[in-house]
């Protein structure tokens, strides 16, 4: 079965310029999850969907973040303007919905961000 | 808020030596507790869960048992092994909103030495 997967794999910018991450989830996975890791710090929860729709952006700078998962299946987080408290790992992970207490989620390698 | 604190590291073992990672938890409700593992250059990878109170989780020589009197979900292994190095990341799910959001420690490094 293949895990979940992430693009690109690392990724150094500038301040104030935008970037992309993508994730594609484990098929047949309802949820998706986006985390930010700080180094040093346990994942963050930025935003979670339920096949396209959002369940819990509350932690999301929605100022500067976005995300979307159009077809219910790959998602796409992006990052404008990038600042440098935004460098960090963002980890995509999956999971069916309803059943977390028995699979847990199953996560990406993550997108290691540094912002210079 | 519900909050997950785990012991500072890193904490640095020789071979077959006894673990522990202390991990306490506050939260409002039932939730269940895990702990996740993350080999270096890897993923998170869920090591074991509980999901009620005096549940024991287990896996790959691992244990941990939901106490609910003490608010504590403690990393254990009797004997390990340097393939054990990783960061270690204790977690419960906010079950009260039904989300399946997981909320985690701030991570635990073992270094294990041969």
């Known amino acids: 079965e293949a895990g979940v997967a992430q693009s690109p794999r690392y990724k150094i910018i500038e301040k104030r310029q935008s970037v992309a991450f993508w994730c594609n989830p484990i098929?047949?996975?309802?949820?998706l999850y986006w985390y930010q890791q700080i180094l040093g710090q346990g994942p963050k929860l930025l935003i979670q969907?339920?096949?396209?729709?959002?369940?819990?952006d509350s932690q999301l700078p929605k100022d500067r973040f976005s995300a979307e998962r159009l077809k219910g299946v790959d998602s796409t987080l992006k990052i404008q303007p990038a600042k440098l408290e935004d460098s960090a790992v963002y980890l995509c992970?999956?999971?069916?919905?309803?059943?977390?207490?028995?699979?847990?989620?199953?996560f990406g390698p993550g997108t290691r961000l540094t912002v210079t | 808020g519900n909050s997950v604190t785990q012991m500072e590291g890193p904490v640095t073992l020789s071979e077959e030596a006894f673990l522990t990672i202390n991990c306490t938890y506050t939260?409002?409700?039932?939730?269940?507790l895990f702990w996740y593992v993350q080999y270096p250059g890897e993923g998170l990878q869920l090591l074991l869960k509980a999901t009620k109170a005096d549940d024991k989780g287990s896996n790959k020589g691992f244990e941990a048992t939901y106490r609910k009197e003490t608010t504590s979900f403690h990393l254990e292994k009797g004997s390990v092994q340097v393939s054990d190095s990783a960061v270690y990341f204790c977690?419960?799910?906010?079950?009260?909103?039904?989300?399946?959001?997981?909320?985690f420690g701030q991570g635990t490094t073992l270094q294990v030495k041969p």
């Open positions: 939260a409002t409700g039932y939730p269940s």
């Open positions: 992970a999956s999971s069916f919905p309803g059943v977390l207490a028995v699979t847990g989620q199953y």
């Open positions: 969907f339920q096949n396209n729709g959002v369940v819990d």
């Open positions: 098929s047949g996975h309802a949820t």
């Open positions: 977690a419960l799910s906010d079950d009260s909103s039904n989300t399946g959001k997981l909320i």
